[in-house]
C-alpha cells in the first residue's frame, strides 16, 4: 500500500482515478477496514491537505464546512451550532471523544451506512456536497450521494471537498434524535432530523424530513410541502407526519429491532424531532 | 513498498522516523520509538487505550496512520510526568487506587488531562462522557472518575 497527501484538488482527484485508490479523511472507518481487510487499497490519498477541506467558513448566503473538519471542530463552532442545532447533535452523536477528534462529515456520509447519524441531519438542512474531479466542480444535494449500503454515486476520481447549508432563516429550527439500545456510542436502530421555519403567523413555511437506518438508503419524506405549508403546527398534522414517516420506511429485521419496530419508533422520532424544531423556530 | 520518511514533534522533540504506510501511529509509537506507554487493546478506535493527542486533539493512535504524523504536533503518556515528577493525575490514580492492571491507565490519563485543560470544572457527567471512550476492564470507572473530579477540585483551590 502506497500513500499520498497531495496539496491541490486537482492532483487528489488524480491520485484518486487510478485504480485500488482510496480516500482518506479522519481514518475512522477506513483504518477499521484496512485492519479487517474490508478494504485492501494500493493507495491512500489522504485528503486533509486539500485548501478549504479543513475549515469552518460563514461566506455570503451560506456555511461552509469543509469535508475533513473533525466533528468536534465543527460542534465547538458556536456560531454554526447555533444556525444548526439539529445538524450538531446528530454529528456529535459519532462516536466517543476520540472518534470525534477525527471523524468528518464527508467521511460519515461517503462511507455510505444508512445508519449514518449525520447524513439525515445535513438532508433535513437542504444541504449540499461541492464535489471536485478531474472535470472540476459540481455541487449536488447530499442525498443524491448514497446510492445503497456502502456505495456512493461519486465517479472515479471524485471526492467531496465540503458541504454548504443555508444560513438559518429567521424563525427556522432544526433537531435530529436517534434510537440506539444502549446510552451512547451505538449504531442507530432509527434516526429522524427535522428542519424547518415558520412564517410571521406561526405557520409553517417550509419543512424537511429525513430518517436514517430504515430503509438502505437514508428517506426524504415525500409530500411534506403540499401538506404542512400555511398550515398550523398542531397535533392533527403532526399524527399525519407519523403516519407519512411510518410508511415511508423500508427496514430490515435484525438483532437491533424488527421491521415493525423499527417503523414506529420512526414516527416517534419523528414527532419528537419535530416538536424540539419546532420550538427552536419559536424561539 | 518503499518506507515513508515522516518529521513530527512528539512531547516536544523533534523526532525522524522510517514507517510503512500502513503502520499505524501507534505501532510506531511503539515498534519503531520505544515509546510503549500507548496501549493496543483493540486496535479499532473503541478502546481508547491508545488515547493520544495530535495537534492538540485526542484521538486514538490506532486510527492514525504513521505517515500522516508529518509536521504534526504528537503528546503521548510519555510527556506527562516531568522527569521523576508525577503529573497530579497519575498522583492521584496511584492515591485513589484508580488502577488495577494498567493497560486502559495511559490512555485514560491523556483523554483526563485533555478534559481538565479545557473544562477546569467539569461536572460527573461530562468526566463519564469524555471519557466514555476508554475503556476499563478490571477496576471499574467510579475511582477513575473519582479521581479526575478530586484533582480538578484540588487545581482550583490552589488557583
Redesign the interface.
Known amino acids: 500500500?502506497?500513500?499520498v497527501?497531495p496539496n491541490s484538488a486537482q492532483e487528489v482527484s488524480q491520485a484518486l482515478s487510478k485504480e485500488g485508490a482510496f480516500a482518506?479523511a479522519?481514518?475512522?472507518d477506513l483504518?477499521?477496514k484496512?485492519?479487517?481487510r474490508m478494504s485492501v487499497p494500493q493507495t491512500?490519498v489522504?485528503i486533509?491537505n486539500v485548501p478549504r477541506i479543513r475549515s469552518i467558513e460563514k461566506t455570503g448566503d451560506s456555511w461552509w464546512i469543509g469535508a475533513a473538519t473533525?466533528c468536534?471542530e465543527i460542534s465547538e463552532h458556536a456560531d454554526f451550532a447555533k444556525d444548526w442545532p439539529g445538524v450538531v447533535e446528530a454529528l456529535s452523536l459519532i462516536?466517543?471523544?476520540?472518534?470525534q477528534?477525527?471523524a468528518s462529515l464527508g467521511g460519515n456520509l461517503c462511507n455510505a451506512s444508512p445508519a449514518a447519524d449525520s447524513v439525515p441531519a445535513l438532508i433535513a438542512a437542504r444541504t449540499t456536497c461541492v464535489i471536485s474531479g478531474e472535470s472540476g466542480e459540481r455541487e449536488v444535494p447530499v442525498e443524491s450521494i448514497v446510492q445503497s449500503p456502502g456505495k456512493t454515486s461519486l465517479k472515479q476520481g471524485e471526492f467531496i471537498v465540503g458541504f454548504r447549508l443555508p444560513l438559518s432563516a429567521n424563525k427556522s429550527g432544526d433537531a435530529y434524535l436517534r434510537l440506539i439500545p444502549r446510552t451512547?456510542?451505538d449504531i442507530a436502530v432509527v434516526g429522524a432530523g427535522v428542519a424547518l421555519s415558520l412564517d410571521t403567523s406561526g405557520k409553517i413555511a417550509a419543512i424537511r424530513i429525513a430518517l436514517g437506518a430504515v430503509a438502505p438508503t437514508q428517506v426524504v419524506l415525500s409530500g411534506l410541502e403540499d401538506l404542512c405549508v400555511g398550515k398550523e403546527p398542531n397535533n392533527d398534522l403532526i399524527e399525519k407526519l407519523v403516519a407519512i414517516a411510518e410508511d415511508a420506511c423500508k427496514p430490515i429485521d435484525d438483532k437491533r429491532g424488527t421491521v415493525e419496530y423499527r417503523k414506529t419508533i420512526a414516527g416517534v422520532l419523528t414527532k419528537r424531532a419535530f416538536s424540539i424544531a419546532l420550538d427552536r423556530a419559536k424561539n | 513498498?518503499a518506507k515513508?520518511h515522516v518529521s513530527t514533534t512528539i512531547n516536544g522533540d523533534e523526532h525522524e522516523f522510517l514507517c510503512?504506510?500502513?503502520q499505524?501511529l501507534l505501532d510506531v509509537l511503539r515498534d519503531e520509538l520505544d515509546l510503549t506507554g500507548s496501549k493496543e487493546g483493540c486496535?479499532?478506535?473503541d478502546c481508547?487505550a491508545c488515547?493520544v493527542l495530535?495537534d492538540g486533539?485526542?484521538?486514538?493512535s490506532?486510527?492514525?496512520?504513521g505517515?500522516?504524523a508529518?509536521d504534526k504536533n504528537v503528546e503521548t503518556i510519555e510527556g506527562m510526568s516531568s522527569g521523576s515528577d508525577l503529573h497530579p493525575l497519575q498522583k492521584k490514580f496511584i492515591d485513589l487506587a484508580a488502577l488495577q492492571c494498567g493497560i486502559c491507565t495511559p490512555g485514560v490519563l491523556v483523554?483526563a488531562k485533555?478534559l481538565l485543560a479545557r473544562n477546569a470544572n467539569p461536572s460527573e457527567e461530562e468526566v463519564r462522557?469524555?471519557?466514555?471512550?476508554?475503556l476499563c476492564r478490571c477496576t471499574g470507572y467510579d475511582k477513575i472518575v473519582r479521581a479526575v473530579m478530586e484533582v480538578a477540585a484540588e487545581a482550583r483551590n490552589t488557583q
Not at chain 1, 462516536?95 to 472518534?99: D, E, L, V, Y
Not at chain 2, 490506532?62 to 496512520?65: M, T
Request: some cysteine; charged content about 15%.
Open positions: 500500500m502506497d500513500y497527501a482518506l479522519g481514518g475512522t483504518l477499521v484496512l485492519k479487517t491512500v489522504d486533509k473533525p468536534a462516536g466517543s471523544t476520540q472518534i477528534g477525527r451512547e456510542m | 513498498m515513508k510503512h504506510p500502513q499505524t486496535a479499532t478506535g481508547g488515547s495530535l486533539r485526542l484521538v486514538c490506532c486510527l492514525v496512520l505517515v500522516e508529518q483523554a485533555a462522557f469524555w471519557l466514555a471512550g476508554n
